[in-house]
């Protein structure tokens, strides 16, 4: 068995074990004080440190980054100000760069089709949807996206939350308890990790796309619990591999479980015609029981979405905490993603591009001998670099030569898989990717050479 509360990017400090939520949770029920199940604690003095932000260890370790990317000249990797609208290209400190750091696959981002939906909507319905939609109503948009994106499941609903982390930690976090199981992929997003750490429910995380073990892990532990439910992503948005959705589907109904594939990163890309992992593998949508999905990405807006059964989708209308106590989707970022899907699907030459793009990029990364990782050639592509330092400068060499292209580095991939990650987009032209695999051949030595002598 591996441990629950691992996976590339939550490291133990983002889970909860049982205990701390008990305790958490009777503390908030005012049945104990926190620092103690047994009654009240002795009266102390408290050190500062514990009064104070900056003591925390997390913001030691950022100031140490910090300095160390100061004293290598990197002081502008993060938090990078875009000065008006970003596409394939995008401006910097008032240089034009091309831009491979959008998740906007399908090149909407400036659609004046998108601007006009948006405006229409809060001319009628306001900016702001103002309160739960629970208690306070909902829009007519709320409505329409939800069955524009049911349909693209052929699923009989859908619900929309206001954010994609959120609409994971809500959705594992209110489905499942301590009597249940959540088999995981070791790769999946930390929205997903943390919606299982939520749920009380044991984790056990399988290594990425290795069905054997999983295999293993459900005939040894799956009938220990009462519900259990394998968990996936659909295109996996570190490393863009896909899922084998295929044989999760029979892993799923040999062992008595559910399924969840969070499609952030395949809807809108896989497939004839974008519908996600379940049109590329030719596989019945109803064969999934929960299919997530992200607004922010393909459908260019905000927020999240489930869409499966009916009860599904109507237990989490009550129970989902970022659901019943958040506020609805502002009815313009509703209405501007609703018309995404239409264009998605009136448009397919905008995939098929996407399609060619991902397919070009890798073919060209490879033929150049980039270390790509496990990528297939779809909207994610890493160019693996190896330590963080080495990456951090390779992004800021990139750069230099007109490529945005931002790292993911420790704590966000395991120290030593650190990458520049390309997010390919269908308005990317053959020059620009092109561009961006010479850069990056050019700008790997040097950033190779700098690291080493930072570390000297
Ligand atoms: C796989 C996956 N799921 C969920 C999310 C969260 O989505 P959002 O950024 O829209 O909140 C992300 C974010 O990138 C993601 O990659």
Not at 205 to 232: C, K
Not at 244 to 264: H, I, S, T
């Amino acid at each position: 068995m591996q441990p629950t509360n691992d996976g590339a990017h939550g490291k133990k400090r983002f889970g909860l074990s049982m205990e701390d939520k008990e305790r958490l949770l009777a503390a908030m029920r005012g049945q104990t004080a926190l620092a103690s199940s047994t009654g009240r604690t002795a009266r102390q003095s408290i050190a500062p440190e514990l009064l104070r932000f900056d003591t925390l260890p997390g913001y030691t370790e950022i100031r140490v980054q910090q300095a160390v990317a100061h004293k290598a000249g990197l002081d502008e990797i993060f938090y990078v100000c875009h000065e008006g609208l970003a596409t394939n290209r995008t401006c910097i400190n008032g240089r034009e760069l091309r831009n491979f750091s959008t998740y906007d696959y399908l090149g909407l981002n400036g659609d004046p089709r998108l601007y006009a939906a948006a405006d229409d909507a809060a001319r009628r319905y306001g900016m702001s949807a103002s309160a739960s939609r629970l208690t306070a109503g909902e829009r007519p948009p709320h409505r329409r996206l939800e069955r524009s994106l049911a349909q693209l499941y052929n699923a009989e609903d859908c619900i929309c939350f206001v954010s994609g982390h959120g609409t994971n930690m809500s959705t594992l976090g209110c489905l499942f308890g301590s009597r249940d199981v959540i088999f995981y992929d070791a790769l999946c997003h930390n929205s997903l990790l943390l919606g299982a750490a939520m749920s009380g429910a044991t984790r056990l995380a399988y290594a990425n796309n290795d069905m054997q073990a999983l295999a293993a892990l459900l005939e040894e532990h799956r009938y220990a619990f009462q519900r259990a439910i394998i968990v996936t992503e659909g295109l996996f948005g570190m490393d863009g591999c896909l899922c084998d959705l295929p044989r999760l589907v029979e892993l799923k109904r040999e062992y008595g479980c559910m399924l969840m594939v969070d499609e952030a990163h395949s809807m809108g890309v896989v497939g004839k015609t974008g519908h996600g992992v379940h049109e590329h593998f030719g596989l019945d949508a109803r064969d999934v029981d929960i299919w997530m999905g992200t607004l922010s990405k393909s459908f260019c807006g905000c927020g999240g979405y489930i869409a499966g059964s009916a009860a599904l989708v109507e237990f989490l209308k009550y129970h989902a905490p970022g659901f019943v106590y958040s506020v609805g989707m502002a009815p313009s970022l509703a209405a501007a993603s609703n018309e995404a899907v239409r264009i998605m699907l009136a448009e397919p030459q905008r995939l098929a591009r996407l399609q060619a793009n991902g397919r070009q990029f890798l073919a060209l990364a490879r033929e150049r001998g980039l270390d790509t990782g496990r990528a297939q050639g779809y909207a994610v592509i890493p160019i693996m670099a190896g330590d963080s330092l080495t990456t951090a400068i390779l992004s800021q060499e990139v750069r230099n030569r007109g490529v945005l292209a931002l790292p993911m580095i420790y704590p966000g991939v395991e120290e030593g898989k650190a990458r520049l990650r390309f997010f390919i987009s269908a308005m990317h032209t053959e020059d620009d990717l092109r561009w961006a695999v010479d850069a990056v051949t050019e700008s790997l030595p040097v950033a190779r050479q700098k690291a080493a002598s930072y570390a000297r």
